[in-house]
């Protein structure tokens, strides 16, 4: 059988193409919806004292203590199986005391909890107490509960994901199959025009596309010319991005998210790189920083899992900190075996550019996310700015110096002011654009 | 057979075009050893270190400039002591209380809140409970007692001595017995002798401004 040359084949090959693209780059929807939150399952509750209770609790006890997990202080929950209501009065209203009066189970507890001294707390009545112990002993069913209830969420929740990747599936295929149709039922109509002898119009006579081109002489030309411009352009465009870092985002040992940190709970930049406000580098935080919180915060909340990342993540992320910094969460003690956690460095200028944080952030009050860019919506870190001496300068020209209650240099500021015929000074006229000032 | 090669040259630039750029990985440099420090770099990783590691504790016993030893024990005699007898050496000036705010806002308000009532946003999202507020009675808090506190942390709380100096952490306390003031309904403490000494910073100022100009 003779095969039929196809009209058009170079169109066939890019709609092909375009099909293989879709099918195999299929794009994976960010799902917009948020994570369902965990279902309130209602607390074992006899009456409105365990609410205050548990109001009392969390402002007053749960900076050392928990109900089912030993923090600073013991878990409380069963106390009253081992201690007498009256013991538990006076032990809450002034512990020092009972330890000073020499009663036995004082000073046992005392010294079980390496001398911790419990605060005293006169102002709590004989019922508030009895209210927060009732909330005490709420049974850890409830939170039983909730997990389990959180779990039926997030499948429910992966359910929906899979069903939409299942469609787009389904609709690719079906896409594909609508295209093999066609291929073949042009195929068959070609046949049967050939079994009967049907004329097919204008395929034979045609010149191939590329002897048409050749011999057009003036577009060949034109051709060449656009194709060493756009060659030109796009080599150029590589040369100029060497050295460049934007975006780069590399995978930390630890998944810290910023948008955890500084995103949802608003912590501020510097209260972890504290150095950026008096040297020259922002710092990395060591990790005593991190344990200021994370030696209460063991675990995410339900809430914190997204998508990407479970809460089973999140938390093991956390037991490498606690590894890191040798923090034996069951007895709540230092271990002493530390291990260095190696960052991987994302910013970092080239040694004959001088950069000093300080001199930014406080002299000139630069806001961080000026050049780090939306830090607080960084799931993973990346560098945002180019950070190439273009972008430095732009900025220095842009830039209005704060003068404001600078008494130091009010002078050499009304001078300088007078010389350019301006009321602002840009860091360019003070001499920020001066070699010297960053290459030395 | 033609087809085939189409095919392939196509998915091949779509492939290209797709799968360009990988962000895990740092971009190509034009000359690294202009790029990279002779000197030992922050943070950097050199073999001369112990584990290759620049960022170390300075060598024992080693004081810095200007740094003056707190002798008070971190234990609850300690605290007591602290409690009673140590004072705030910095003069309550309203400049001292501006300065303590910032660093107040950027350490403490998070958990402490930024009036000082335990209500942080940390507290408020439930992720720290149990923050007292200043002016708890059964902690009856001190200006001592307050660096103390700073300097080694209590119970759940941490040290913050890394993250700020000595001054700033007094600089702190006044503003911290401020916002107890505040919620007590006190008037905070600003000493009175800030009138007669302003006037002579000022002056300071101005000849060190006139000498500026003078060098020049």
């Known amino acids: 059988m003779k095969q039929v040359k196809h009209r058009n084949s170079a169109s066939k090959i890019l709609i092909l193409g375009t099909v293989f693209l879709f099918t195999f780059f299929n794009p994976v929807f960010g799902q917009e919806e948020t994570a369902v939150d965990a279902t309130q399952v209602a607390e074992a509750s006899s009456g409105a004292d365990v609410a205050k209770g548990e109001e009392l609790f969390k402002s007053l006890c749960a900076a050392c203590h928990k109900r089912y997990k030993k ?68 049974p850890k069913a ?49 046949r049967f025009a050939e079994a009967n002898n ?52 590399p995978i930390q040992p630890i998944h810290y998210s910023h948008k955890i940190h500084a995103g949802d709970n608003k912590i501020e930049c510097k209260y972890c790189h504290s150095s950026a406000r008096v040297s020259k580098t922002s710092g990395i935080p060591s990790l005593n920083v991190c344990m200021n919180c994370h030696k209460s915060i063991s675990e995410v909340a339900e809430t914190t899992a997204t998508e990407d990342h479970s809460k089973e993540f999140y938390d ?21 075996e530390t291990k260095p956690v190696k960052w991987v460095r994302i910013h970092n200028l080239p040694d004959f550019a001088y950069f000093n944080h300080s001199q930014h952030v406080s002299v000139a009050g630069v806001e961080c996310q000026k050049c780090h860019g939306p830090v607080e919506e960084m799931e993973v870190m990346y560098q945002h700015a180019p950070l190439t001496m273009g972008w430095c300068i732009n900025c220095h020209r842009e830039t209005n110096v704060k003068v404001a209650d600078n008494k130091y240099y009010e002078k050499i500021h009304k001078e300088l002011s007078k010389k350019y015929g301006v009321d602002q000074l840009t860091a360019a006229q003070m001499g920020g654009l001066e070699c010297g000032k960053c290459h030395y | 057979m033609k087809n085939t090669i189409k095919i392939l040259a196509v998915a091949i630039a779509m492939i290209c075009v797709v799968s360009c750029k990988k962000d895990t990985k740092p971009n190509y440099q034009y000359m ?34 200007g740094w003056i030893p707190y002798e008070l024990e971190n234990s609850n005699e ?7 007898s140590l004072k705030n050496p910095i003069r309550y000036t309203v400049d001292n209380q501006e300065k303590g705010k910032a660093l107040y806002d950027i350490y403490c308000a998070i958990c402490h809140g930024a009036k000082g009532d335990g209500k942080g946003t940390l507290v408020q999202r439930e992720k720290i409970l149990g923050v007292p507020s200043y002016d708890d009675i059964g902690r009856a808090i001190t200006e001592g007692s307050i660096y103390h506190v700073m300097y080694y942390g209590i119970n759940s709380m941490g040290s913050y001595a890394s993250q700020t100096s000595e001054h700033e952490r007094w ?46």
Do not use: C
């Open chain 1, 316 to 336: 093991g992320e956390i037991a490498k900190l606690y590894d890191a910094v040798g923090w034996d969460v069951d007895n709540q003690k230092y271990t002493g």
């Open chain 1, 142 to 190: 409830a939170p039983a509960a909730a997990v389990a209830g959180a779990g039926d969420a997030t499948v429910a929740d992966g359910g929906s994901g899979v069903s939409t990747n299942v469609l787009l599936a389904i609709l690719a295929l079906v896409f594909l199959m609508l295209v093999v149709v066609l291929f073949l039922v042009n195929n068959t109509l070609r």
């Open chain 2, 32 to 65: 690294p050893n202009m790029y990279e420090s002779v000197g030992y770099e922050t943070y950097g990783e050199y073999g001369v270190f112990p584990g290759g590691q620049e960022a170390m504790l300075p060598a024992e016993g080693s004081i810095p400039r």
């Open chain 2, 78 to 84: 300690g605290y007591q002591q602290a409690k009673d």
């Open chain 1, 71 to 138: 923090m600073t202080g013991p878990a409380l929950f069963g106390v009253t199986e081992r201690r007498s209501t009256e013991w538990l009065y006076s032990w809450i209203k002034n512990s020092a005391a009972m330890i000073a009066s020499g009663d036995a189970e004082a000073v046992a507890i005392y010294e079980e909890y390496n001398k911790t001294a419990m605060n005293a707390f006169p102002q709590l009545s004989n019922t508030d107490i009895d209210n927060i112990l009732a909330y005490v002993n709420v």
């Open chain 1, 198 to 249: 049907v004329e097919l119009p204008g395929s034979k006579e045609r010149t191939p596309i590329w002897k048409a081109f050749v011999q057009n002489q003036f577009l060949v030309l034109v051709s060449a010319i656009f194709l060493l411009l756009a060659s030109g352009y796009f080599v150029y465009g590589y040369f100029m991005q060497v050295g460049v870092d934007q975006g780069y985002a």
């Open chain 2, 171 to 216: 600089q702190i306390v006044q503003y911290v017995e401020k916002l107890k003031a505040d919620l007590e309904g006190k008037t905070a403490r600003i000493d009175t002798d800030v009138a007669v000494v302003a006037p002579k910073v000022e002056e300071e100022h101005h000849e060190s401004t006139e000498d500026h100009s003078n060098a020049h």
